[in-house]
């Protein structure tokens, strides 16, 4: 029920869309990522699994996952008009269809506990365009069409919350991403350069990992 309960997250975030309240749309697909964030942490410990063999928790949260990651994303940028007209749709349809292909690879999550290629994440894509670094259409486009290859290049992306190595490090700047992120979008459409730098250079940590987990370890090993 908690995590299905994105689901109620993602339907008010539509109203939000609907009406151009791009702010509170924001804020509740931020819930909707926070919800996904700890879930599972609490499935594990309540055992979930052993007490409900019946009922498929991974399953609810793919469904819940492309709903708030990949379609709500995709609508979102098309009725903030990011990339104005027929461009606009295209693009949509690029996250959407990336989305659902990503998903249905083998190996979507390595065996230590890596997303390999960038993960659907269209929602964090979308907070960057719209709340921390605004940028003009082409780029809105340029952006949308490298996330969408990335899905499909073998870089290992860490997975936060199961993270073998460098987990408390990765624990810590997720959660200052976090508070940070939720900051900015408390505050939009104020934007402040310092915050805006700081979600940034949070982002590039995991760039940054993501190029070391891929390339430094195989040079290592």
């Known amino acids: 029920m908690f995590t299905a309960s994105g689901l109620i997250a993602a339907f008010m975030s539509i109203l939000a869309i609907n009406a151009q309240d791009w702010r509170e749309a924001m804020l509740w697909l931020f819930l909707a990522l926070f919800i996904d964030g700890i879930d599972g942490t609490f499935a594990r410990l309540l055992k979930v699994q052993e ?5 498929d928790g991974k399953m609810i949260d793919y469904v819940v996952d492309f709903i708030t990651y990949a379609l709500i994303p995709a609508y979102f940028f098309y009725m903030a008009d990011l ?3 027929i461009g606009g ?16 690879k083998d ?39 490298l996330f969408a290859i990335l899905h499909f290049i073998p870089i290992k992306f860490a997975y936060p919350s199961r993270a073998i190595r460098f987990k408390n490090l990765t624990l810590a700047v997720s959660f200052f991403s976090l508070l940070t992120s939720f900051w900015a979008i408390w505050i939009f459409p104020m934007r402040k350069g310092w915050l805006s730098g700081m979600i940034l250079a949070g ?7 993501a190029l070391y987990e891929t390339y430094g370890m195989k040079r290592s090993t």
């Open 107 to 145: 190996g979507m999550v390595s065996e230590d506990m890596h997303f390999i290629g960038f993960p659907v994440l269209w929602n964090l894509i979308l907070f960057v365009l719209v709340i921390v670094l605004p940028l003009p259409p082409l780029g809105n486009m340029i952006v949308i069409v």
């Open 203 to 209: 982002m590039a940590y995991y760039l940054i990992l």
């Open 51 to 55: 007490v409900l063999p019946g009922i």
């Open 83 to 85: 990339v104005p007209g």
């Open 89 to 104: 749709l295209l693009m949509s349809f690029l996250m959407l269809l990336t989305a659902a292909i990503y998903y249905g």
